[in-house]
């Protein structure tokens, strides 16, 4: 049976901490609703009602043109050993780029990850957890370096021309404003 609580409990962020992977839902007031996996230890838990995912340069943007549409996001993370849990973050996000007035203080929280496009600032309005029993159990294994090699290869200069060239729009063709 699902439970909804209005803040992030001690036992709820260290659920949040123990996971590998969680996923990030996002949707403009009309158009396709972008629901993509995370990992790379890029999840941080501020207070009962604010978290921060810190997103790396990727295929696409669309969270950052998502949001400038209208701020509301959904993070869910799943048990994958253990007992079963599934939990959802109910908020309003805000991007943060490299730049912006808060960006020198938060992104200490995190390590230096190559390819760091943005910081997402959310506040948490609901926080949901339901039973998760259905969900299988699988074997953490690593993580993939892949992403971070190509990120280096690229170089700082490179990362910014992919920005230009494919993090521009959303593929409903929403601008990002990734570059300033």
């Known amino acids: 049976m699902a439970k909804f609580y209005t803040k992030i409990t001690p036992r ?11 996923f990030v839902a996002t949707a403009p007031n009309s158009g ?4 993509s996996p995370k990992g790379m230890d890029s999840f941080r838990v501020l207070n009962e009602n604010r978290v921060l995912w810190l997103n ?15 701020n509301r996001i959904t993070i869910m993370f799943c048990s994958f050993e253990g007992a079963p849990n599934i939990l959802r973050l109910y908020g309003e996000g805000k991007e943060l780029k490299e730049g912006d007035d808060s960006w ?8 230096e ?10 506040t948490i309005n609901s ?19 892949e992403l971070n090699d190509w990120a280096l290869e690229k170089g700082k200069d490179g990362i910014k021309a992919y920005w230009k060239d494919k993090n521009q729009k959303s593929i409903d063709g929403l601008p990002t404003r990734i570059l300033k």
């Open 56 to 70: 790396v340069t990727g295929s696409g943007n669309e969270t950052a043109a998502h949001l400038l549409k209208n």
């Open 32 to 35: 396709r609703i972008n629901l």
């Open 104 to 111: 020198g203080e938060l992104i200490q929280l995190f390590i």
């Open 127 to 145: 926080v949901q957890t339901s039973c998760g029993m259905s969900i299988p159990f699988f074997d953490y294994k690593g993580e993939r370096n």
């Open 12 to 22: 709820v962020q260290n659920f949040i901490e123990a996971q590998k992977i969680f």
């Open 113 to 122: 990850t190559p390819g760091t496009r943005q910081i997402f600032d959310i």
